[in-house]
């Protein structure tokens, strides 16, 4: 299935917030939060399904050439 320009841009913007709030954990001490672990498999996981979801959309119809 086909995302539209917009759906492509608010998913890579929410994928940059979630890299975000990891880079921002990294300078936490784990021991202080808990459920560190998971919380980090949490963003993982969900930066490895919208990187999937751009991928398995096809390609960006903005980027596409016309003729």
Known sequence: MT???VERERITDS???I????SSLKGVDPKKIPDF???EECLQ????????ALR???PDPSK???R
Request: a neutral charge; proline letters at 0%.
């Open 3 to 5: 995302l539209t320009r």
């Open 15 to 17: 994928r940059l917030k």
């Open 19 to 22: 890299q975000a709030v990891a």
């Open 37 to 39: 672990e998971e919380i």
């Open 45 to 52: 996981d969900a930066d490895r399904n919208l990187r999937g």
């Open 56 to 58: 398995s959309s096809g």
């Open 64 to 66: 596409e050439v016309h």
